[in-house]
């Protein structure tokens, strides 16, 4: 009996060995290829750390030498008592971000406050420039009637005066009249801190209807305008400053997550690979054994 089944039971045995055998390699050949991939995420996240470290370092030096810049031109709204005047409803935003991602939330946080005023009453007399293609990725979904002008090529390099005076000069050039608004930036507080803030902007008409503006003397039409132009650009220039310190500081701490995280994955996918590959091994002498038992 056991001799008349043989041909057909071996057959069959021999096909579901081979099934499971081939099953087994592609297990474990998709586990080494996503532990191949891993590892080399592993080492991209770590070199962008790294770098992010450099340009940290040197982004903290340059913001300590631009606060007094943005620091000196908000003190001058401050102590004119500089108000927004009631017969200009046209207000302006700018959303000061870059063209560069992998780095947290820093993008989306301006992008969150501008879209929280654009739901507001009112939105329909404000408009906005993005400042780097992130925001404006954000916010053109569903405010794109809004955005006047994007700045682009923002964040590759590190941000100079002379990149403030161009985004200086292309707001002024816009043909937009606004009579007051705000510069929405990432002020940075620590290596894993950052908060989003504002500066104030004000029209020219704004500052020369300024009670306290005759504290200043010698203000005349031009000098107020060249004044207005240059506070314009060092605002711009400190926002620059702060929110690449802020960028470079949450791509270094999102990198070092990542690391982190691919390492925890590269653990269990060696541990997931090592105990498929013990189990083909033991299936297999298993069968070896019975098959050799079953020939005695």
Same mark, same amino acid.
């Given at each position: 009996?056991l001799g ?6 071996? %057959?069959q045995?021999?096909?579901? #060995? ?5 099953r ?8 080494s290829?996503r ?10 996240t ?5 770098v992010?470290?450099a340009?940290?370092t040197?982004?903290?030096? +340059?913001?300590k030498?631009?606060?007094p810049?943005?620091?000196g031109?908000?003190?001058?709204y401050?102590?004119?008592? *500089?108000a927004?005047?009631?017969d200009?409803?046209k207000?302006l935003? /700018?959303?000061? %971000?870059?063209?560069?991602g992998?780095c ?6 301006v $992008?969150?406050?501008? @879209?929280? @005023?654009l739901?507001e009453?009112? =939105?329909?007399?404000?408009k906005?420039? &993005?400042v780097? +293609?992130?925001s404006?990725?954000?916010l053109?979904r569903?405010? $794109?009637?809004?955005?006047i002008? *994007? &700045?682009?090529?923002i964040g @590759?390099l590190p941000?100079t005066?002379?990149d403030? =005076?161009?985004?200086?000069? =292309? ?6 009249d606004?009579?007051?608004?705000k /510069? ?24 020369e ?7 200043y003397d010698s !203000?005349d039409? +031009?000098v107020?305008?060249?004044y207005m ?7 711009l220039f400190y =926002?620059l400053?702060?929110?690449a &310190? ?7 701490t999102?990198? +070092? ?6 390492g925890?994955?590269?653990d269990k !996918? %060696?541990l997931? #690979?090592?105990? %498929?590959?013990?189990?083909v091994?033991?299936?297999? !002498?298993i ?7 079953a020939?005695?």
């Open positions: 009996m008349r089944l043989a041909p057909g039971v071996c %057959t045995v021999t096909m579901v #060995f081979n099934h499971q055998q081939s087994n390699m592609a297990t474990l050949k998709a586990i290829i532990l191949k991939s891993v590892k080399n995420i592993q080492k991209i770590q070199s962008m750390k790294m992010s470290a340009k940290y040197r982004a903290e030096r +340059d913001l030498a631009a606060r810049y943005g620091e031109a908000v003190q001058f401050e102590r004119a008592e *500089v927004a005047p009631e200009e409803p207000q935003y /700018i959303a000061m %971000t870059s063209d560069r992998l947290g939330a820093v993008h989306t946080g $992008s969150k406050v501008i @879209r929280a @005023r739901a009453p009112g =939105a329909e007399n404000i906005v420039i &993005c780097g +293609d992130k404006r990725a954000i053109q569903l405010y $794109s009637k809004h955005i002008s *994007v &700045c682009n090529e @590759r941000p005066f002379l403030a =005076a161009r985004i200086a000069n =292309a707001i002024m050039t816009s043909g937009y606004f009579g007051s608004g /510069i929405v930036y990432n002020k940075f507080k620590s290596v894993v801190s950052y908060s989003q803030s504002d500066l104030p902007l004000f029209s020219r008409a704004a500052v209807s300024s009670p306290k503006l005759a504290v !203000l039409s +031009d107020l305008q060249s132009e240059f506070s314009l650009a060092s605002m =926002a400053k702060e929110g &310190c802020s960028e470079q500081s949450s791509r270094m999102a990198m +070092d997550n990542a690391s982190k995280n691919a925890e994955m590269i !996918l %060696t997931t #690979f090592n105990r %498929t590959r013990q189990a091994i033991t299936r297999e !002498l069968e070896i054994i019975s098959g050799a038992a020939l005695e």
